[in-house]
């Protein structure tokens, strides 16, 4: 149900181009891996999609609906959802808090609805009771009470998938959620983000370096060097192709 | 019996110590005008006047995160706005404190845009700039204003009755005007932050890029929240100018502001009661320090108890308290009753128990197998 096609996606930083006219499409529920050595444009693209950075041109369509016409506070409201590499978490807020606030977007009143306090309490009430739900689903229903702050890093990146999917996003954008785990803690995310995906009927891109995990839980795998799409595939085809053993491991010599 | 005692949240004791924490305030403002002499009384009006002004500047620089050297020139806009109705043109004083509040706002909210491109020290200049020309202000409209002369004559006088009368009335019914004004205020902050809109102004002040994705608009947060701190203080400015009856420009100096952002800190930042015991310290402890000594030692000796009070308690009076209450007395935060919603989709799996709402049909994909296009 939720396609996220990419076309012709270019973007200029002065006279360098980040990304040339990258187009891939990713199917309804399907999780897709962003690869590429150093400065391929993994980062840029993905900025682009969360609506970070604005391309010179292209089309970025979730469901038939240009994203690129969305501000970065709105897209939240059109069912896309990310988590930050380095956490985009609320330290000052509890771990019930933080996901409640992944709501905001859809959420009604704002500072005159707060302060007259209307329709407020019904509605913080079953937030409450939802986010809740979302913090035991994800196994941290215990540390729901607590400040998102003085935990492993890894409870954090699950918290920040609690925050998330708490939006109910249909697109969900990981940059690099293997960034500083253990191994340990990374073969349990990637059966954690599998599970949601599955339970929530998301579609999600990621851009991340850890191979074992990218070729462990994506559907197809695209992988990028100089701004361009070299390969594109299931992981196993995308790891035999010559064009990315080349970009990672340099050309075989004549 | 063991401490900390745990209370569960929702239960009767918890209810219990709540109610009984609100009637101890009560009672302590229904008490004090009998206990303490008029002049007592009416250097706890000053007191209050400072605390409604620490917790506007709290709701900015504590919830939000954005520091302002210029909340004297808000507080001086109240004042001199109410001042001026009331004098010039005969404004019954509460109407007047909501115009001052008014004219707050709309300033805080066109300082509040600089401030959006703008923090730290940048956002500290700023705000800086608009406090330090506001005296210069006040003097250069010296006929709508009284310049450095001064503004004379404002007054909220008691209404006609026996339990105002007198000198010590009149200085009861300004004690009750504040006391009432402190709790608007505090309403007020309370109520915008104990929801949707207070979760989002403290996201932008601890992650402003992760704010924003999830749907947090910080142009409208940021400066409504300035309009706002600016209305709190506006209104503090307002009482101040019917308390004391003068208003001169040196009044609203930076060193103001400065003793604002004192008040906040020693009392706690980004917490309620924070702001309110800081104000009421920062107005006693220079009266205390000048009985005991007087001349420049009691500044010295202001100065070296505000260095040790910000070294003993880091999180200000109210996180100290609290450290200590914690030892005493916990509550156990309520888990949210799970909803039982007949429209909701059923269980995916026994071992999940409930699935969130937010749960779209499942997807036929087998989990890691290759999808072929």
């Known amino acids: 149900m939720s396609e996220l096609r990419v076309d012709g996606v270019s973007m200029h930083f002065g006279g360098i181009t980040a990304l040339d006219g990258l187009s891939f499409t990713i199917g309804s529920g399907q999780i897709c891996g962003l690869i590429g050595p150093n400065g391929a444009g993994k980062t840029t693209l993905f900025n682009c999609v969360s609506r970070i950075y604005q391309p010179s041109a292209g089309s970025i369509c979730l469901d038939g609906e240009e994203l690129l016409d969305v501000p970065a506070h709105r897209i939240a409201g059109h069912g896309v959802a990310r988590t930050f590499q380095n956490l985009g978490l609320f330290p000052s807020l509890t771990f019930l808090e933080n996901t409640m606030a992944g709501a905001h977007a859809r959420g009604r009143g704002g500072y005159l609805g707060s302060i007259l306090r209307i329709g407020q309490a019904r509605a913080e009430r079953e937030l409450r009771a939802e986010a809740f739900e979302l913090l035991e689903v994800l196994g941290l229903a215990d540390l729901a009470f607590l400040p998102a702050a003085h935990q492993s890093f890894g409870t954090l990146k699950r918290l920040e998938l609690a925050r998330a999917l708490a939006a109910r996003p249909r697109l969900l954008l990981l940059d690099e959620p293997a960034g500083g785990l253990t191994h340990s803690e990374v073969d349990e995310l990637s059966s954690t983000i599998r599970r949601v995906r599955d339970e929530f009927g998301l579609t999600i891109l990621l851009v991340e370096h850890h191979m074992a995990m990218v070729m462990g839980i994506s559907d197809i795998v695209v992988a990028m060097n100089f701004g361009e799409k070299i390969a594109e595939g299931t992981p196993a085809e995308v790891r035999s192709d010559p064009a990315v053993v080349s970009a990672y491991l340099g050309a075989p010599a004549a | ?373």
Do not use: K
């Open chain 2, 1 to 373: 019996m063991a401490l900390p005692i745990t209370v569960h949240e929702g239960t009767m004791p918890h209810r219990g110590i709540r109610l009984g924490r609100v009637a101890l305030v009560v009672a302590v403002v229904l008490a004090l005008p009998y206990v303490v002499a008029p002049y007592r009384l009416d250097q706890v009006t000053g007191a209050l006047i400072l605390a409604i002004a620490a917790v506007g500047l709290n709701l900015l620089s504590g919830f939000g995160g954005q520091i302002s050297l210029g909340h004297a020139a808000f507080f001086g806009f109240g004042a001199y706005t109410t001042g001026i109705l009331v004098t010039d043109h005969g404004w019954y004083p509460p109407v007047a404190f909501v115009l001052g509040m008014l004219v707050c706002f709309v300033v805080g909210v066109l300082v509040g845009v600089p401030a959006l491109r703008l923090r730290g020290m940048y956002l500290a200049l700023v705000t800086l700039a608009v406090g330090v020309i506001f005296p210069s202000l006040v003097r250069r409209f010296d006929s709508l204003t009284g310049g450095s002369a001064g503004l004379f004559g404002i007054s909220f006088d008691a209404p006609d009755h026996a339990y105002f009368a007198g000198r010590a009335g009149q200085i009861l019914w300004l004690y009750y005007v504040a006391v009432v004004a402190l709790a608007v205020s505090c309403l007020l902050v309370w109520n915008i932050m104990r929801g949707r809109t207070g979760r989002a102004i403290v996201a932008l002040r601890d992650n402003e890029p992760a704010a924003i994705v999830m749907g947090v608009d910080r142009t409208v947060v940021r400066t409504v929240l300035f309009g706002i701190s600016a209305a709190i203080a506006g209104l503090a400015g307002g009482l101040f100018a019917v308390d004391t009856g003068i208003l001169t420009p040196d009044s609203f100096s930076l060193l103001f502001t400065i003793y604002l952002l004192v008040a906040m800190v020693l009392g706690g930042r980004a917490s309620f009661w924070g702001p309110i015991i800081g104000g009421f310290v920062i107005y006693y402890l220079p009266l205390w320090t000048g009985e005991l000594t007087d001349g420049p030692a009691a500044g010295v000796l202001f100065g070296i108890l505000i260095i040790v009070m910000v070294f003993t308690l880091r999180e200000g009076v109210v996180g100290g308290l609290g450290r200590l209450g914690a030892r005493v007395l916990v509550v156990e935060p309520r888990r949210p009753t799970p909803r039982f919603d007949l429209s909701e989709a059923p269980p995916v799996s026994a071992d999940q128990g409930i699935e969130p709402a937010a749960c779209q049909p499942r997807q036929e994909t087998a989990a890691g197998a290759p999808l072929a296009d």
